[in-house]
């Protein structure tokens, strides 16, 4: 899977310069909406983030508008480009992310609440779970962070280092915090455990710290990267023991009402979590309700 990455960065990257409008005529003095020719960059067509996008295009009345799905990579690559020459862009975005700490950035005010209120990750295991590897359940029930800790994490990957480095890193500098988690833990005596997540770089440090402080304590833990709505199933239906990728209430709100009788939710690990548009701070708009319907 991870063979293949450049490869769809790369196709991404060029639908992203296609629609980013090359051969576009567009001049500094067009309107926001103009310069972005319409277009907001996106990342997986099955987030949370997009379909919320797709509603707020309907509740501000952005006829004419187009979400460009590519991947969480691509659309950073996007935001880094328009930066390094000074040009708008807008994307789906979300805190935690490194890139709030790196560019000076704003989220668009979203007064008619098309991306919800402030959201909560929550930790979700299969049922049946908790009686099979209960050491491991106790950890995933207790894990509890903040953004700025997840964002430590995020900002060591962007650096470059290997995520599985950066978490080990993090677990190792916050060892009272991780105390807490494993409290009252029975520790694993190389019982599996098996997690899924979504290439987010916020799930990306989720879980892989989970996965250092499982195997720290005694259990062997493998994560698994799949698409959103895949990973969901995955936890559904007992293929894998939990996630701690669940956006909520807004983001997942659709997939966790279909599937909240099937699954365990352990409750929130990270709270002050939020999504929406978001653009550089020298752009000229502050508000959803600043962009304009293409008239055409
Ligand atoms: N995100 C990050 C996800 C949840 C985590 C905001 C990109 C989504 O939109 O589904």
């Not at 491991?136 to 997840?150: G, I, R, S």
């Not at 548009?277 to 708009?285: F, G, K, T």
Request: glycine share 8%; aromatic share 8%; proline share 4%.
């Amino acid at each position: 899977m991870k063979k293949w990455k450049p490869f769809g960065i790369a196709i991404g990257l060029a639908m992203t310069l296609v629609a980013a409008g090359c051969g576009n005529d567009t001049s500094s003095s067009d309107s926001l909406s103009k310069q972005v020719d319409y277009t907001i960059v996106g990342i997986e067509a099955g987030a949370g983030v997009m379909k919320a996008t797709e509603k707020a295009i309907e509740d501000y009345h952005l006829d004419g508008w187009t979400i460009m799905p590519s991947s969480s990579g691509v659309m950073t690559i996007a935001l880094e480009d328009a930066i390094e020459d000074k040009k708008p862009v807008v994307i789906t975005g979300w805190t935690p992310h490194w890139m709030f700490a790196k560019y000076d950035l704003k989220y668009l005010d979203d007064p008619k609440g098309s991306y919800g209120e402030a959201e909560s990750l929550h930790t979700l295991t299969r049922q049946g779970f908790a009686e099979d590897v209960p050491g491991a359940n106790t950890v995933l029930d207790q894990f509890n962070w903040e953004v700025k800790d997840m964002e430590e994490v995020m900002l060591e990957v962007n650096k470059g280092a290997e995520p599985a480095e950066a978490a080990r890193k993090w677990v190792d500098k916050h060892a009272d915090k991780v105390a807490e988690w494993t409290k009252g833990a029975e520790e694993g005596n190389g019982q599996e455990v098996s997690l899924v997540y979504v290439e987010w770089d916020s799930e990306v440090a989720s879980t892989n710290v989970l996965k250092v402080v499982l195997d720290d304590l005694g259990y062997k833990t493998e994560i698994t990267p799949l698409d959103n709505a895949i990973m969901w199933q995955a936890v559904v239906q007992g293929e894998a023991d939990a996630t701690a990728s669940a956006w909520l209430p807004t983001t997942h709100g659709d997939l966790y009402e279909q599937y909240k009788d099937q699954v365990v939710d352990l409750g929130a690990s990270l709270e002050g979590a939020r999504t929406g548009l978001v653009v550089p701070s020298y752009v000229d708009a502050d508000s959803i309700e600043d962009l304009e319907p293409k008239d055409n």
